[in-house]
T-cell receptor, first 115, second 115 residues
């Protein structure tokens, strides 16, 4: 089954404790991206990657890191989480090519709480 | 600036009523795509429809229909004979050539269908 898999689904942590949210896709998509969803703000892009070893900042990259060492994986790293990073996070992927018209395939989301 | 506005934060209707979710967008591009996504209570994001800027034909899929009007920069979504399973948050999103590496999302509309 074609899918984007995120782990964990739920995570509660404390301020300053490094964490990684994993994302893996099995559709051989070149493009992957991370979004965060907050009430009243919709979804905002954190980082994206157009292919292996190619990453770039989205609209809200502060406090986050990513890496793309393999095509299928795109982990989101919070080196020192803070309470304002409490949010619902989504990983997404799609084919590259005519990127602007390809629908994103989303993972099931990771709800992160930082206390 | 590229922007999507969903002015209706929450809508509540009784089952079997028709309901329309509004989406207004801003872009200077002449070529762009519009999307609708559904987020049910389980949290995942489900792709519903994609429409390009050159195709103003309305689309119908079962009880769902979409009305795209470039003259008013709107891409409204109507659910006919609503059902409880339609309860979800619905997001409208915009993709354009210059910003091909992200979708710009509206704030979302929470739709509640009461039995």
């Amino acid at each position: 089954e074609a899918q984007v898999t995120q782990n964990p689904r739920y995570l509660i942590t404390v301020t300053g404790k490094k964490l990684t949210v994993t994302c893996s896709q099995n559709m051989n998509h070149e493009y992957m991206s991370w979004y965060r969803q907050d009430p009243g703000l919709g979804l905002r892009q954190i980082y994206y990657s157009m292919n292996v070893e190619v990453t770039d900042k989205g609209d809200v990259p502060e406090g986050y890191k990513v890496s793309r060492k393999e095509k299928r994986n795109f982990p989101l790293i919070l080196e020192s989480p803070s309470p304002n990073q409490t949010s619902l996070y989504f990983c997404a992927s799609r084919r590259q090519g005519t990127a602007y018209n390809s629908p994103l395939h989303f993972g099931n989301g990771t709800r992160l709480t930082v206390t | 600036a590229q922007k999507v506005t969903q002015a209706q934060t929450e809508i509540s209707v009784v089952e079997k009523e028709d309901v329309t979710l509004d989406c207004v967008y801003e872009t200077r591009d002449t070529t762009y795509y519009l999307f609708w996504y559904k987020q049910p209570p389980s949290g995942e994001l489900v792709f519903l429809i994609r429409r390009n800027s050159f195709d103003e034909q309305n689309e119908i899929s079962g009880r769902y229909s979409w009305n795209f009007q470039k003259s008013t920069s709107s891409f409204n979504f109507t659910i006919t004979a609503s059902q409880v399973v339609d309860s979800a948050v619905y997001f409208c999103a915009l993709s354009f050539i210059q910003g091909a590496q992200k979708l710009v999302f509206g704030q979302g509309t929470r739709l509640t269908i009461n039995p």
